[in-house]
């Protein structure tokens, strides 16, 4: 039986007249040698965008090195937040189109990756979005169309068992138009969760969002959210334990950043 020392699945899904993109994301080792505007950068994970026959095109590369090396015997990221992305579309729940995807593999283990996402027009995550267009957060018919189509896409989430696990600010996208469109975006580390630890994991999820929603915005707005979230009209001995819950795990997790910095 022979064993591939070096394989490379490597899909591209690109437009039909898009010749420079072709060029571009022609091949795998191509996509590592590309240049472009930092999006993220980090030792294990970077992210760029590069604009190209009129679009924008984001590049997230995955690599097992440095002290991130024993990654390579872990959960394969760019795998699933390949499998969660086309996930949340079969949900319903918009997501970035994907445009190219790869993942190279050593004698098994998994050693670079890439995932390519088409950018959308006039979308800016939650967290920028909040600096560079806070008067969007002062209309009550924008805001309230946001919080309303997010809170149903959480929902839709968790009631089918899968946490997201970093649901902050910055991984949803929402268009600036008079009827806002909300996106999930970077997933690589959700999953389903059995029973038992899901509960962990939607208190996890709701105490991310309102993280930077406490200081952003009001308390009943906030509320309105969670009875979105939880499809009913007013809160239940339940709803008021669970809150309770996300609110200490907040807490918690606010304190913890204030120590460390």
């Not at 590592?32 to 930092?38: D, H, Q, R, V």
């Not at 906030?222 to 334990?241: A, G, V």
């Amino acid at each position: 039986m022979k064993c591939a020392l070096n394989t490379i699945e490597w899909k591209l899904d690109l437009p039909q007249n898009g010749a420079i993109v072709k060029e571009l994301f022609t091949s795998f080792q191509k996509v590592f040698e590309l240049s472009g505007k930092t999006v993220s950068a980090g030792e294990f994970c970077n992210a760029i965008m590069v604009c190209a026959d009129g679009r924008d095109y984001y590049v997230k590369r995955y690599q097992a090195r440095g002290k991130y090396r024993w990654k390579a015997f872990r959960r394969c990221q760019p795998a699933t937040e390949y499998r969660n992305y086309a996930y949340f579309a079969r949900l319903g729940i918009p997501v970035p189109k994907i445009v190219g995807y790869g993942i190279q593999r050593v004698m098994g283990l998994f050693r670079r990756g890439v995932i390519i996402t088409e950018g959308i027009p006039n979308a800016t995550d939650l967290e920028t979005l909040l600096s560079t267009h806070p008067e969007l957060f002062r209309d009550r018919s924008w805001l309230f169309k946001v919080l309303r189509l997010l809170a149903g896409y959480v929902r839709c989430l968790h009631e089918d068992g899968f946490a997201h696990k970093d649901l902050k600010w910055r991984n949803i996208l929402i268009t600036t138009t008079k009827n806002p469109q909300v996106f999930l975006i970077d997933c690589p580390s959700g999953s389903y969760e059995m029973p038992l630890r899901r509960k962990y994991f939607i208190v996890k999820d709701l105490a991310s969002l309102d993280k930077t929603a406490f200081q952003n915005i009001s308390q009943t707005n906030r509320l309105r959210f969670y009875l979105w979230y939880r499809n009913q009209n007013k809160l239940t001995p339940q709803d008021k334990e669970l809150i309770a819950k996300i609110i200490a795990r907040r807490r918690r997790r606010t304190l913890n950043n204030v120590k460390l910095s």
